[in-house]
T-cell receptor, first 113, second 110 residues
């Protein structure tokens, strides 16, 4: 069974640009969550989607947005990139949205210069 | 603000010893508890889940949950150098996001 797939693995962007990250969950999983991981802040929750609906949202500015498609694949977008957005962005998929085990993809390493 | 607290470490143990990792959480309504292992440069890997008070054992790993004390722990028996990693505690309540602690770094010396 294939795991969670995130693309691309690495990105280098310039301040002010925008970026779109993609996540394909484990087959049959309908919940996708996104996290930002930095050395100082650890894993911080961005948002969670279940059956194309955003169920929860973390404390991030509106520059961070996401969506989920009917096949459960998800994308997150960051507009007007700032240097502080440099981080590892992790996607996790779950079978359901209530207390289920979450499995992470390899992550996308974003560097903003 | 829901919080999950872990001692950042590093926790250093000799090979073959028991490593004890601890986690406290602030949301008394939390219902699901997880431990993840993250090697440097890799993504978190789920190693244990626990939902009810008591102990849950899986191989060399034992998760312990005490909801009254809002405390969850992970014991690693017969620690191996390959167990050296950062261990993340994660907690959630039904319908809410999974919240992570900042992790405890474990170093097992041979």
């Amino acid at each position: 069974k294939a795991g969670v797939t995130q693309t691309p693995r690495y990105l280098i962007k310039t301040r002010g640009q925008q970026v779109t990250l993609s996540c394909s969950p484990i087959s049959g999983h309908r919940s996708v969550s996104w996290y930002q991981q930095t050395p100082g802040q650890g894993l911080q929750f961005l948002f969670e989607y279940f059956s194309e609906t955003q169920r929860n949202k973390g404390n991030f500015p509106g520059r961070f947005s996401g969506r989920q498609f009917s096949n459960s694949r998800s994308e997150m977008n960051v507009s007007t990139l700032e240097l502080g957005d440099s981080a590892l962005y992790l996607c996790a998929s779950s079978l359901r949205d209530r207390g289920a085990e979450a499995f992470f993809g390899q992550g996308t390493r974003l560097t903003v210069v | 603000q829901k919080e999950v607290e872990q001692n950042s470490g590093p926790l250093s143990v000799p090979e073959g010893a028991i490593a004890s990792l601890n986690c406290t959480y602030s949301d008394r309504g939390s219902q699901s508890f997880f431990w993840y292992r993250q090697y440097s440069g890799k993504s978190p890997e789920l190693i244990m889940s626990i939902y009810s008070n008591g102990d849950k054992e899986d191989g060399r790993f034992t998760a312990q949950l005490n909801k009254a004390s809002q405390y969850v722990s992970l014991l690693i028996r017969d620690s191996q150098p390959s167990d050296s990693a950062t261990y993340l505690c994660a907690v959630n309540q039904a319908g809410t996001a999974l919240i992570f602690g900042k992790g405890t770094t474990l170093s097992v010396s041979s």
